[in-house]
Nanobody, 116 residues
Framework: QVQLVESGGGLVQAGGSLRLSCTAS????????IAWFRQAPGKEREFVASHVHKDGSSYYADSVKGRFTISRDIAKNTVHLQMNNLKVEDAAVYYCNANSDYDNNWGQGTQVTVSS
């Protein structure tokens, strides 16, 4: 059974940093593209960043480029999202997603709150 567990969310002041982690089990980690999405109250879930297993490339939403960094620790089956210079508009529930040619999996989410 595939399980994705997010951690690292919390309350931070604008301009601060957080590092989110997504630890996967029940899947062959290096065969999945891992992505982060977020959903703020009243808004649709949106793409934040992804790390592609096939070539190691990373992609970011324009709104987070230059501030967020996604990285993969294969030994720990974990993907991190380093978030710097956080803005009030970054506040949301952040979800981890593991996607392959065969299935698509979501974590339960971790709350990020940014105070002004």
């Amino acid at each position: 059974q595939v399980q994705l567990v997010e951690s690292g969310g919390g309350l931070v002041q604008a301009g601060g940093s957080l590092r989110l982690s997504c630890t996967a089990s029940g899947l062959t980690f290096n065969q999945y593209t891992i992505a982060w999405f977020r959903q703020a109250p009243g808004k649709e879930r949106e793409f934040v960043a992804s790390h592609v297993h096939k070539d190691g490339s990373s992609y970011y939403a324009d709104s987070v480029k230059g501030r967020f960094t996604i990285s993969r620790d294969i030994a720990k089956n974990t993907v991190h999202l380093q978030m710097n210079n956080l803005k009030v508009e970054d506040a949301a529930v952040y979800y981890c997603n593991a996607n392959s040619d065969y299935d698509n999996n979501w974590g339960q989410g971790t709350q990020v709150t940014v105070s002004s």
